[in-house]
């Protein structure tokens, strides 16, 4: 399923393709968020048009609205939103234990949906049953993350948690699935663990004796800072065998998935290029590798003829100055948003092609 | 520069060329509104892949954002929004005539800017003066219109502030325009004169008087009533000459604009397909020039696999379903509003390309 196509040599970054039952993709990769099954403000014509082939989709926030039952009598996620590439969902536990009223049991959690006032349960299995309702590519295992900031103890009951509904998910999964289709979906194990490498190795262990398609490093980039980060990332990944895709949860920014890529990292999805687009925050080439975030908010951009980045060819590069662009997003015409991150998407597809290059060239 | 190729036999419509200094348009003609120099949600290309050839900008919100300073930089306002077909701006007066703090003189109108606080003045020869930097194609001279509901003494003083408004504004542009040049471009008067037969006829005889590339209808759809309307817009026609194209401002529905091509007007501008859309409200197709609009975010839409318009060829009803339209408005995604624009404005091109083809085969 996953098969390594070109190692570093200077480096542990790798270029991998992953088969997919809606096709293959290349590794690195970074994933768009779509949160309720769409790109907000792009249309998934665009998505495809930068070169885009899997997009990460929201269990928590889909299940809610349009709500499974919906998406089933489209047959498939991707039939419901249009969407005809490669679909990654996450286990919906990370929304979960972000909000305020959720109780955790041994075999659930308990959450109140902000907007309706519903009580939901879910599962490990229910997590599961709905992603394959959704007929993801790559489902992921609900995992239990206590958020930022922790105690060691918290960890230590986050990891054991994680593990029970890991052995779970993975059980159901089976009875689900038929593994001797080649074109089944994925299951990826998540690793918990915090900063602390003797849980984060424990995390490992248990999730490698279960058995997945691939692992997740999932609860950094919360607030631990970078270092730490990164000292985990590198910790982890000499650990995960070599010929299982490796997926960083929610990182980043572009120097950092320079970094973890260089580490052996071959999966991304993070919301700042789109984010950040919303609000007028629009990524810049400096040098090779370089780049900076430039508001177009700035009075200073109000009668700039030049092209946001010179030096891209993106549709908007190609067709709108800075001023229009910053004319657009104060008169809050919706164009703008989506321009600007239609251009970020585009900046972050481009940014890791040059990486794979640089791979190629025995330059990372 | 107004050519009438073709004349039905059974009304008085009529299919027309209008030479202007960015290209030939063909009449009827329905002009998509951009306020802020730009179709809300919608790329220019996207506008052009539709086949609208002109649009309608606001001089007086463009004259505020991003000001006229910044639009003579790029030395036109198609070059500022990258817009390459036409434009046709108005005088600016009607927004201003509906804000609160707006005072009328004799010779300008003093107004306050209510975003920023600022005190403004317009005359008749600045509305010129701004809309010949934008680099307008027809550009609208500055007309006084008191509001809905209104009485005879009212409308009487408007209609002869227009009229002196009307020739001041054509003495500052034939000062400022080559005449000689057969791509200039074109300046229209604007009749009022409310629902009153005599005053009507007052204020297009003035207009005639000093002599207009073009003549609009204003003060129509504000409250009248349809039949009131349409009296006042029957009366008219008959009056303007032939060979003058003719203008009517700020309507509307599209049976209206059926209704109105029949009576022989050839422009329209209206923001119904625009803000309609923007709200979830679009135009469904039931019979030859009948439609109903249908509001997306009713619940029954909730998992309705069929495209908004079955009988449609846009980009929206092949790609979209009325499900993932009602989850992408229930969900505040800008894709919804931007797609629902989309439609509208195809529906609105597609209607009238319509009604061109059945004047040709008699049938208009």
Known sequence: MFKIEYKSKISRARIGRLKLP???VETPLFLPIAT?????????????KIGYQMILANTYHLHLRPGTEIIKKFKSLKNFCGWNGSILTDSGGFQIFSLKNVKVFENFVEFLDEIEGKKHKLSPEKSIEIQLDFKSDILMVLDYFCGWPYKKKEIEKAVSLTTKWAQRSKIFFKEKINF?????PLL??????GVYKNLREKSLKDLLEIGFDGYAIGGLGVGEGVSKMFEVIDFLVKKIPEEKPRYLMGIGLLDQILKA?????????CVVP????????IFVRSQKFKYKIVNILNTKYKKDKKPIDSK???????NFSRAFLHHLFKTKDPLGLRLASFHNLYFYFE????????IKKGKV
Chains 1, 2 share one sequence.
Do not use: P, Y
Not at 188 to 193: L, T
Not at 312 to 318: A, D, K, M, T
Not at 351 to 358: D, P
């Open 22 to 24: 809606s096709g293959e």
């Open 36 to 48: 309720f099954g769409n790109v907000r403000g792009l249309s998934f014509e665009e998505i495809k």
């Open 180 to 184: 001797k289709n080649h074109l089944r």
């Open 188 to 193: 990826f194990g998540i690793i918990q663990g």
């Open 261 to 269: 890529i260089k580490k052996g990292i071959d999966i991304f999805d």
């Open 274 to 281: 789109t984010r950040e687009g919303r609000h007028g925050r």
């Open 312 to 318: 891209c060819n993106c549709f908007v590069c190609q």
């Open 351 to 358: 940014f890791i092609e040059e990486i794979k290059r640089a």
